[in-house]
């Protein structure tokens, strides 16, 4: 059973914890654009600005004992309108992590769920994520979740 709630700032080394599975991954593939060692009170500072926003929200998965298994951050989006662009909200999914152990036990799915629920709730008509291509496990998990491509970032180095 898997039972999920917001973050708080009480959370704050959890959150750290778990981010280092994300952004190690990234250090890896793209040592150019990441930090390969945030320090601990950097990384702290920028999750208690990132949990200050009311824009974001943070969930944490749990066992009923209370063991972290994951956590997800997500970000209320509003665009207006323009002269060739029309309004839009929508919920974005900017990191899910899951705790190794954790790891093809739903964890991915629960989180991804309820970030489907507070976008519904929020009165959002989407839901987006983008992912990195090198990886290919989130993509994966995001086309069997639903998700389609609707968009494609280019790179070179000059």
């Known amino acids: 059973m898997i039972s999920i709630r917001a973050a708080s700032t009480d959370d704050l080394a959890l959150l750290a914890t778990l981010n280092a599975i994300v952004h190690d991954a990234h250090v890896h593939h793209r040592p150019d654009l990441f930090v390969s060692a945030p320090s601990r009170e950097a990384l702290e500072a920028l999750l208690v600005s990132r949990l200050s926003d009311p824009h974001v929200t943070f969930l944490i998965a749990e066992t009923p004992g209370g063991d972290a298994l994951g956590y997800a951050m997500a970000r209320f989006v509003i665009r207006h309108g323009s002269a060739l662009t029309l309004p839009d909200s929508y919920i ?21 769920n309820e970030v489907r629920e507070l976008g519904r709730a929020a009165g959002c008509r989407r839901l987006v994520t983008d992912v990195w291509d090198f990886n290919e496990g989130a993509r994966a998990f995001y086309e069997a979740s639903g998700l389609r491509c609707m968009n494609r970032t280019l790179d070179q180095e000059l």
């Open 92 to 112: 974005s999914v900017q990191q899910i992590a899951v705790a190794p152990s954790a790891s093809r036990s739903g964890v991915g799915s629960a989180l991804l």
